[in-house]
């Protein structure tokens, strides 16, 4: 047992490391075919670039350690670069800087460079996403004292970390630059090569690290969601929430029909990952915070797909005193809200955002403009003849309508299919969903087997949950039962005897809707490293 336990752990580590080995020799041969490209198309560049990335790797190798990874200090007036593109904005072209311009420094990564002739170098260099040109004279620095020397700019390449010292200049080109007045600085070099701005999807999406450090586009992706994520704070915190944190981890499952992730405690206690906030944020409820909210990460032992990760962030918010209609209305108020300040930010997405953009804020004529309303059960009821919520009766429909189904699927899952196929692709625009069956909500308000509830579906995909909260702890026990019968929460029961005022509660995954602003096609494109199985290739 122990020895197929070390060959298997053994074949895992070799089979990694083969993998490693084989991107790694994937982006060599691409970085070699990129500098060859290079060579061919821009001539003057070859005499800058006279090392191959090997070549180079093995003279930086022979440098002290302290060139390559030096104690970062200053040799000038730091400054950041969007302040030198911001102060020295109107400064116009002359032959060259005089000492009325006070010496700068910027640091850095190089993205781009290109040579001009024997001497001259030029440096794309960018700090937070703000790009300045650098420009360096080998010939005039080369009168440099012996003790500022650095490392040879022949050296340096597309992805190192520099610190430059100039002057403020503005090209003949026009192009606002820094005249180098002393010699450019490595701070940290790239020792791997990184891909081709033109590879294939398959090769960005190897190493999640990689894709980040050479592609802008990735980069934008994760700055829309921390803005969108701050919008929706914004709103809900300007209209009276309260944002806190609840435990991701406890002895209960806690508040979604989901299979957790289970863990256990030094003791042996066993403990899960939560897989919803729901019923943390109904206790705050009932001990009389009537609004409040959190955005944090959720955790369910399912599939990976294109919208689907086992961690995922949401935000849910609970709200004493909120009908059905107010949770509707606040809805449509906060995603016009963020959809219209995250297209003044991030304006290159605003075709994206046009479904939610209120009315006075659209550009173009857009067929999803209006918010529509379809009732579930009546829907259903113009397919289906004789409508009822019987097992057998359903399974039959999902045959007839060759909808895939198990045949362990409870009343709730084969509602949820049939809805898959009858309602979700007329839920174009945005639209409210509304009364289901009480079976298909057991935590939500009912009337007349109907519960108080609604979903929003853009582009025939789910984005909110929201409905009237139950707030009977008998009734709550029963349909907790129903829920999950194994483990009904006695806690959360428990604790609504204190009394829950009657409470509206809404749900949204972040990660779907920042698919939707930026037009991401997989729930990975929007996660910092991706979804699980690239996590698990880093």
């Avoid at 298997?8 to 083969?18: A, K, M, V």
């Avoid at 002739?117 to 004292?145: P, R, T």
């Avoid at 829309?224 to 914004?234: F, G, H």
């Avoid at 009546?378 to 409508?387: D, Q, Y």
Wanted: aromatic letters at 8%.
């Amino acid at each position: 047992m122990l020895a197929a336990s070390v060959k298997l752990n053994f074949l895992r580590y070799t089979t990694t490391i083969c993998s490693r080995r084989c991107f790694h020799n994937s982006l060599l041969s691409l970085s070699d075919a990129t500098d060859t490209s290079a060579k061919k198309n821009r001539h003057k560049r070859a005499k800058q670039l006279q090392y191959t990335f090997e070549e180079r790797n093995k003279l930086l190798a022979e440098l002290p350690r302290e060139k390559l990874y030096p104690v970062i200090s200053s040799r000038a007036t730091v400054k950041h670069i969007q302040e030198v593109l911001q102060q020295y904005n109107d400064i116009e072209h002359i032959s060259e800087p005089g000492s009325e311009i006070p010496e700068l420094e910027i640091r850095g990564r190089i993205i781009g460079l290109r040579a001009a002739g024997k001497n001259l170098a030029f440096y794309d260099v960018v700090e937070n996403e703000q790009k300045i040109q650098v420009v360096s004279n080998a010939k005039k620095l080369s009168e440099i004292a012996e003790s500022e020397e650095e490392v040879d700019t022949n050296l340096l390449r597309i992805g190192d970390s520099i610190a430059a010292v100039g002057r403020p200049w503005r090209t003949k080109a026009g192009e606002l630059s820094i005249l180098c007045s002393r010699n450019i600085r490595l701070l940290s070099p790239t020792l791997l090569p990184l891909p081709d701005e033109n590879a294939s999807k398959v090769i960005r999406k190897h190493n999640r690290v990689a894709e980040l450090k050479t592609f802008k586009d990735a980069r934008k992706i994760l700055q829309a969601r921390a803005y969108i994520i701050q919008l929706i704070s914004q709103y809900l915190i300007e209209n009276d929430f309260l944002p806190v944190q609840t435990p991701q981890i406890s002895t209960q499952k806690g508040g979604a029909t989901a299979r957790p992730f289970r863990t256990e405690m030094s003791d042996g206690t066993e403990m899960f990952l939560r897989v919803a906030p729901e019923l943390w944020l109904k206790r705050l409820v009932i001990g009389g915070i009537d609004r409040v909210f959190e955005v944090g990460n959720c955790y369910r032992n399912e599939g990976i797909d294109a919208t689907h990760n086992p961690e995922f962030t949401t935000c849910e918010f609970y709200a004493a005193f909120f009908s059905l209609q107010d949770l509707i209305k606040i809805t449509q108020n906060l995603l016009e809200f963020v959809a219209s300040r995250f297209v003044e930010k991030f304006p290159e997405f605003e075709s994206n955002c046009q479904v939610l953009l209120p009315e006075a804020h659209k550009k173009t004529e857009c067929s999803s403009s209006s918010w529509k309303v379809i009732d579930f059960t009546e829907e259903l009821k113009l397919h289906l003849t004789n409508f009822r919520l019987e097992k057998e009766y359903l399974q039959t429909q999902c045959k007839e309508f060759d909808i895939i189904f198990n045949k362990e699927d409870s009343v709730d899952k084969l509602l949820d299919r049939l809805g898959a196929h009858f309602i979700e692709p007329k839920c174009i625009s945005p639209t409210f969903v509304i009364r289901h069956p009480s079976v298909m909500a057991p935590l939500a308000k009912e009337s007349q087997g109907l519960s108080h509830r609604f979903e929003l579906y853009i582009n025939g995909r789910e984005y909110v949950n929201a409905y009237e909260e139950e707030n009977d702890p008998e009734v709550q026990l029963t349909k907790l039962k129903i829920q999950d019968p194994s483990v009904p929460d006695q806690a959360f029961v428990d604790a609504l005897k204190w009394g829950l005022p009657p409470t509206g509660g809404w749900g949204m995954g972040i990660d779907r809707l920042v698919m939707l602003l930026t037009n991401s096609e997989r729930i990975g494109d929007v996660l910092a490293f991706g979804d699980l199985m690239q996590v698990q290739r880093l």
